[in-house]
Structures are given as structure tokens and as C-alpha cells.
């Protein structure tokens, strides 16, 4: 099985082939040998981290709407954010007739003419953050994802994709966490974090990922066993 991250340019769909002849994520990873497809989603005009893998059980764990998974981004949005519209997005906005679950969101700067907000989002709803915004009145300039389940995008250049290695996990204190570090955030674009390495996985022969998929928040490093117990559960 294989895992890549890859960071996605603006301008990319998230498909492996497009009608419209329209760039696609799949052009970024030709090189990989073998043929992955896209975990979730972004949108065309977002852009961050985006998971690719061959393994179709541990995609549908992660996407699963009981997963939980917490994925961060960082969106721009043009004027200012009031702390009433935040309020409102935390607590969950109708969307198609269906209320978000809540959110984290929170302030992490300030400019004349926009604002830099942190997001923090269990759900993965179509144009999910776009959508919650323009309920609020407020207007997404830019959309990164930097982060899914534990597993951050750090310094990675866009249009570059590397073999996971790490643990992904579902971790509640994700939220806290992330307000604690948004300075080192702001500070390193997203921030140079090391995912956390396991001595079982060849980078240059044999990609994979140490996983916590029991959603119980204890996260852990799993043996291939426990990873192959979960993925086929």
C-alpha cells in the first residue's frame, strides 16, 4: 500500500481525470509507480495538504462521517471577522438542511483589509468552510488545509508530494493544541513540524502509515498488525 502527502497548488481539481481538460492532482504524483486517488477533497481554488493512496479501506476510515477526523485550515477572509460571526460558526451553521457540527475557529491575525482565521473542522462537507463564511457575510480570499489527523503539511513546497510517515490520529485536544502554536504557525507558514517517525517503514522501497483509526483519542503508534486489524474491521 501506498500514502503520499501532497501539497495542492490552487488550480488543481481533485480528480484523476477532468472533462473539462482542467488540471488534476493526478498530474502531481505520475511518479509514485503505482496509481493512487485522492483522500476527501479540495476544492479547485483551495489549496494544502491532500492525502493519496491506493488502499481504499483505510480511505473510507478516514472519510467515514463517524471518523471525527479533525482537519485545520487557515483561511483569509476579506474585512473583519466580528466575534459574533465566530460564535455563529462554532456553533454550527444550516447547510442544506443540515446543521455543522460545532468548530473551532479563532482569530489568528488581524490586517487592515482581512483576517487570517484558524479553522478546525471534524466534517467534510462539499465547500464546507466557503459555505459557513458566506453564511456569516463573510468572503474567503484564500483556503488552506495544513492539517488531517495529526499528520501536518509543514514545509512541503506546493506541487510536491513525499511517502507518509507518521500516525494519524484523532486527537480531541487538536483544537486547544491548535490555538496554543497558531504564533509558530504564522511564524513558519504552517509551521516546520516533523511527523513522527517509525523505524518499520522504508521510505524508498515500501511507503506506509502508522494509523489510529479506534477514534478513542489515545493515540499511538500501531504495529502493522493493529494497522491491518483496524483497516479490515
Not at 90 to 116: H, M, S, W
Not at 161 to 180: I, L, R, S, W, Y
Request: glycine share 8%; net charge neutral; hydrophobic share 30%.
Amino acid at each position: 500500500k501506498v500514502y503520499i502527502m501532497l501539497h495542492k497548488p490552487r488550480g488543481y481539481v481533485t480528480t484523476l481525470k477532468d472533462e473539462l481538460d482542467r488540471k488534476c492532482v493526478s498530474d502531481l504524483v505520475k511518479d509514485v509507480g503505482v496509481k493512487v486517488f485522492p483522500v476527501g477533497r479540495l476544492d479547485r481554488n483551495s489549496e494544502g495538504l491532500l492525502l493519496m493512496t491506493n488502499d481504499g479501506n483505510f480511505a473510507n476510515n478516514l472519510t467515514h462521517p463517524s471518523a471525527h477526523v479533525n482537519k485545520t485550515y487557515r483561511v483569509t477572509v476579506k474585512g473583519d471577522a466580528e466575534d459574533e460571526k465566530l460564535i455563529k460558526l462554532r456553533e454550527g451553521i444550516l447547510l442544506d438542511g443540515r446543521k455543522t457540527l460545532p468548530c473551532d475557529c479563532f482569530v489568528a491575525e488581524r490586517k487592515n483589509d482581512r483576517t487570517v482565521l484558524i479553522f478546525v473542522i471534524q466534517e467534510g462537507r462539499n465547500r464546507q468552510i466557503r459555505r459557513m463564511c458566506e453564511e456569516v457575510g463573510l468572503e474567503v480570499i484564500r483556503l488552506k488545509r495544513t492539517e488531517i489527523a495529526g499528520v501536518k503539511l509543514g514545509m512541503l513546497p506546493q506541487g510536491n508530494g513525499k511517502p507518509v510517515k507518521g500516525k494519524f490520529k484523532h486527537d480531541p485536544n487538536a483544537m486547544d493544541e491548535a490555538k496554543d502554536t497558531v504564533q509558530q504557525v504564522l511564524a513558519q507558514d504552517c509551521g516546520r513540524i516533523e511527523l513522527e517517525k517509525t523505524d518499520s517503514i522504508d521510505e524508498g522501497t515500501n511507503p506506509g502509515v502508522t494509523h489510529n483509526n479506534d477514534y478513542t483519542g489515545a493515540g499511538y503508534t500501531s504495529s502493522e498488525e493493529d494497522m491491518n486489524r483496524i483497516l479490515n474491521s
